[in-house]
């Protein structure tokens, strides 16, 4: 079993920076990869970043490309999102996700674990 908590979001003008957490707790030698996900009101929800288990890999969606980074520290059991010159589209609950093996993926269905969200609004 994998429990994920999400930090970070919260209110940010246009232009500014956010960076979520994500604290994953999952069972000692257990293995996983590690998407962002997000999900404005009335869309779908949308991939946005992934990370593979040893952090070399890395995939984002096309449209955040240079604005968003994704980062992971084992150590510390967490997974980063960094967002940078955000824009008022990107408002938005924002959730982690992960998914067992090593490699990452950009699918919804491809991911077995959730977090419950965090808010993210941009203001213009």
């Known amino acids: 079993q994998v429990q994920l908590v999400e930090s970070g979001g919260g209110l940010v003008q246009t232009g500014g920076s956010l960076r979520l957490s994500c604290v994953i707790s999952a069972s000692t030698g257990s293995t996983y990869a590690v998407g962002w996900f997000r999900q404005a009101p009335g869309k779908e929800r949308e991939f946005v970043a992934a990370?593979?288990?040893?952090?070399?890999?890395?995939h984002f969606a096309d449209s955040l490309k240079g604005r968003f980074t994704i980062s992971r520290d084992n150590g510390k059991n967490t997974v980063y999102l960094r967002m940078t010159t955000l824009e008022p589209e990107d408002t938005a609950i924002y959730y982690c996700?992960?998914?067992?093996?090593?490699?990452?993926?950009?699918?919804?269905?491809?991911?077995?674990?959730w977090g419950q969200g965090t808010q993210v609004t941009v203001s213009s």
């Open positions: 996700a992960a998914r067992r093996g090593a490699t990452v993926r950009d699918k919804v269905y491809e991911y077995n674990y």
């Open positions: 990370i593979s288990w040893n952090g070399l890999s890395t």
